[in-house]
Structures are given as C-alpha cells and as structure tokens.
C-alpha cells in the first residue's frame, strides 16, 4: 500500500485542484545511431571519448517517469542513466522512487513542485537524478493541466530557436577538423570537442579546427577526466592561445581541490561534469574558487527546478551555464524549454546532442534543428508525446508502477 505523507505545515487548498494519482515507471535501452557508432570507433578505446572506464556504450540507458492526475491528464520526465556518470542504475533510481520518493508525489498537486522538491530533500539525501526525473515530469503534469508549454510557467520563451553546439568525439586532428567545418557549415557557431590524448596530441587537433575553420568558430573542450591536475594545467596553457571558452572535466571526479589548482592556473573557465551530483557542490566547488562556468544537465541538478536555479546563481555570480546532454526527444524538449526560459542568461549555446546520436528518440514528432538552431516545440507541456509503441518496443524490464491507495510493487 503506498500512502501520501502530508505536510502538516502545507496551507489549505482548494479540494478541486488535481493531485497525482498514478507514477509508472518506465526502463529502456536505445541503440547508439549508426552516425554516433561509426565515429566512436574510430578511437582508441571505442568510445570517442578518455573516460577511465571499462563500461561500453553502443546503446544507452534511460528511464522515463510517466504521472497522471486524478482527471487523467499525464506529464512525462526522462532522464539518461550511465554508471559513470550518474552513479546509479535505472532500476536502482526505479526502485528509490517506488520505495522513498512516491508517498512525497502521490496526492501532491504538480503545481507544488517547490515543495515537494523540498520535502525530497528533507526526507531522502542525494538521490537527485531519481528526484530530478520526478521534477521534470511534474512540470509537464502542471504545464498540461493549464494547457501551456513548460516554458510559460517558468519564465516564458525568449527565443523560439535555440542555437546549439555541435559535438565532436575524440578523433585525429585532421578527420577533427573536418567535422568541425561540416558544423559550420550546417550553421552552428560553436563546437564541443572532445580532448585527452595528451597535452601536445591536444593542442594539434585545437589548432587543426583553427587553421579549418577560422576565429568566428567558438570552441569548447572536454577532457573526461583525463589529467591530474599539473598535466591539467600544462594542456589548458598549450590550447589558451587558440580562443577556449570553457574546458570540462579536466581532472577525475573526485578531485575538486585540484579544480581549484587548475582553475588558479588558467583564464579559462572550467567546470564539472562527471564529477556533478548536485548543485549544492557545484555552488561550493564554485564559492573556492575550482569552477569558472557552470554545466548543467536537467536531471542532474534536481530537474527543472535546479537546473533553474543553477542558471540563476551562475548568472548572479557573473559566471555563464553551459546546458549539456545527450537526451531522447523528451529530454531535447526538457532542455529546449529551460534554455529558451533563460536564454539570456547561459552565454553559451546548448549541446543538446540526441539527434545524432540515438537510432530513435521515443516520440511521435521529430524535433527540427535549421541552420545550426533547435526549433522550440510548441503547444502545452514539452510539445512532443511519447510514441508508446517505440516505448515499450525498448523496454528492458516491466513498468514499475505505484498509485494512490494501491501497491507500489513492479508489475
């Protein structure tokens, strides 16, 4: 039996208002596209990319969240899931919510989500990817109810197209540079590329994209952990002269006083990614001095109500937020929104990388990318659907449900 806990300090609302009634919880593995596929292997490790890991990665792993209300309408949430990355696996983020999490959402109205992101908190440590998943699917749930996009509840839309950054895998300078100019060509002004060969290896493939593709590119780099924090410092200076925006994850995760080293040692700006749990140590790790810019992903920080928040402590430190993921076409969407709401502020155009790099998104509509830019989706919610047929199509377990007055048991 899974029973809400209320808040006994909650005020009195009205008894018309929709609560969540029903979460169903939703494990799936999608193939990399041939795209993705075929450039990753041409690295050195198969994976495009230095990551210290023995994980492979020819399909992904997410979970989606699925809420409905009392009258029916539903609001969905996805969220990527690799090990090495988030730290946990979606059964164990399935099961957290279930066991934990649920009896806080479970007749909780999805308008509330600064309480009950709240209530999580006070009541569940860290878990913040599986909190972040619930975050996001009650911003569709509320979006729906009132029969507007996301974006109109946090903020409004800036922009109704997203200008976003093309990604590059860990390859040679000469196939780097190529691939680089492709971007430009398709209209993108910025490109992340991939790093961590060694400092000399990296500093001819930034200067092979240079020679390429002229200074009107913007550049931004990413070692996967790749150095200690003294061959950290020697690469950055290698690569300054070439005009760097930001530079990710130089150092293993869980090296944050050599983030403060390097970032003493460098005007370019670094930041986390692997080794980014929640804001709370982002906000720290930036207090001392180890974090230039801030990156965030929209689970990572605790959904949409602390990537929001990290884009307004970035903004109000004078720092810029570089928003990043791989996600499916519910995630593109979760992205698109927050970017759009705070388009002002980032600086830095979005890596929002799923539509080159999965064999299907898990939704009805196709997101359209113009000349470098993400086209906002329009009508209520996140503006696309879940294609429940390619949904269960990738489905590695059986759904995980938990409702109001009924078993929170997988079935």
């Not at 040679?172 to 910025?190: C, H, N, V």
């Not at 402590?313 to 720092?319: C, D, I, N, S, V």
Request: glycine share 10%; hydrophobic share 45%.
């Amino acid at each position: 039996m899974t029973e809400p806990v209320h808040d006994p300090e909650a005020p009195s609302v009205d008894d018309r208002a929709p609560v969540i009634e029903r979460i169903e919880l939703f494990e799936v593995k999608v193939p990399l596209s041939e795209l993705a596929r075929g450039a990753m292997a041409q690295s050195d490790n198969g994976l495009g990319m230095a990551i210290p890991t023995e994980e492979s990665w020819l399909e992904a792993d997410f979970l989606y969240c699925r809420l409905i209300d009392e009258d029916g309408a539903e609001g969905w949430g996805e969220a990527y899931v690799w090990l090495p990355e988030t730290g946990v696996s979606q059964r164990e983020m399935a099961m957290a919510i279930r066991d934990h999490l649920a009896k806080y959402v479970l007749g909780a109205r999805p308008t509330d989500v600064q309480a009950l992101a709240a209530r999580m908190d006070r009541n569940v440590a860290r878990n913040e990817v599986a909190k972040g998943l619930i975050d996001i699917a009650c911003h569709e749930l509320a979006a729906r109810e009132l029969g507007r996009p996301v974006h109109d509840l946090i903020g409004g839309a800036a922009v109704d197209r997203i200008p976003l950054c093309g990604l590059l895998p860990l390859l040679d300078p000469d196939t780097t540079a190529e691939l680089a100019a492709g971007y430009q060509r398709s209209g993108y002004g910025t490109v992340r590329i991939k790093l961590g060969t060694s400092p000399h290896a990296d500093r001819a493939v930034i200067a092979a994209v240079r020679d390429r593709c002229g200074d009107d590119l913007r550049i931004r780099v990413d070692y996967n952990q790749a150095y200690d924090s003294a061959t950290a410092v020697r690469a950055l200076s290698l690569i300054e002269p070439y005009g760097i925006d930001a530079a990710e994850q130089p150092l293993p995760l869980g090296d944050l006083l050599g983030m403060v080293r390097v970032q003493a040692q460098t005007p370019i700006p670094v930041f986390l990614h692997e080794g980014f749990f929640s804001l709370a140590d982002a906000v720290a790790l930036t207090d001392a001095g180890g974090m230039g810019i801030m990156g965030i992903n929209a689970e990572r920080p605790g959904g949409v109500t602390g990537a929001l928040r990290a884009i307004d402590y970035a903004a109000a430190r004078g720092m810029g937020t570089i928003i990043h993921n791989q996600p499916l076409g519910i995630g593109t969407a979760v992205h698109a929104h927050i970017a759009a709401a705070r388009f002002d502020r980032l600086g830095h155009s979005p890596e929002i990388a799923g539509d080159v790099m999965f064999d299907h998104h898990l939704t009805a509509e196709r997101y359209v990318v113009e000349s470098g830019c993400l086209v906002l989706p329009g009508g209520p919610g996140w503006g696309v659907t879940v294609d429940r047929n390619a949904l269960s199509d990738h489905l590695i377990a059986e759904p995980t449900t938990c409702a109001l007055g009924g078993t929170g048991a997988a079935r």
